[in-house]
């Protein structure tokens, strides 16, 4: 060693000390970081009669596909009203909460009416994280209370409207729905 050299240490070494004190303040941290469980997706054999009877479920990539076909006499007895509910009776369920807690990879829940005819009545797209416990609860209480009590009181229809616009990627059939801008 020279003499310069004497009482200083090496390149090599402060590099190896720098790293070894890096080391050691982030060990603590990345031990508490837990690695993210597997993501998992539904069975698509899982999915059938989940919504019931005459409803067509299947995985589209990442998406739950829900596809129910509206009643014409309903859609005419109602109106636009009715057309624009449609999608958020079956969003807002406990059907589609279990899906989300049950299936980490699920990116969403999407809901498309149609009529007699296969055209589209109202499409809706609910992605996964989008509620939370106390936004779920809320949600399919106003489902409940519109798919019970709405023929009576349609202001409970219209609330459930409301919100499901608000959370929600949304389109309405021209035929069923006109724009008003």
């Not at 309903?74 to 049950?102: H, M, N």
């Not at 349609?154 to 949304?170: A, T």
Request: hydrophobic share 40%; glycine share 12%.
């Amino acid at each position: 060693m020279s003499r310069s050299s004497v009482g200083r240490i090496p390149e090599r070494r402060g590099v190896v000390f720098a790293a070894f004190a890096c080391l050691l303040v982030a060990a603590p941290v990345l031990s508490g970081c837990a690695a993210e469980p597997g993501l998992t997706l539904p069975e698509e054999s899982s999915l059938q009669g989940m919504y019931g009877e005459n409803v067509q479920v299947s995985l589209k990539g990442n998406v739950v596909d829900v596809v129910v076909g509206q009643p014409a006499d309903q859609l005419r007895r109602g109106g636009a009203t009715w057309a624009k509910v449609g999608p958020y009776i079956y969003l807002f369920s406990p059907q589609t909460r279990k899906l989300f807690e049950d299936y980490t990879g699920l990116g969403g829940v999407r809901v498309t009416t149609v009529d007699g005819r296969d055209r589209l009545v109202a499409r809706a797209l609910l992605p996964q994280g989008a509620l939370n416990s106390v936004t779920w609860n809320k949600a399919i209480g106003l489902a409940g209370r519109a798919r019970l009590e709405g023929t009576e009181r349609p202001s409970y229809i219209l609330e459930l409207i409301d919100y499901g616009e608000e959370l929600v990627e949304h389109e309405y059939g021209s035929d069923y729905v006109k724009e008003t801008r």
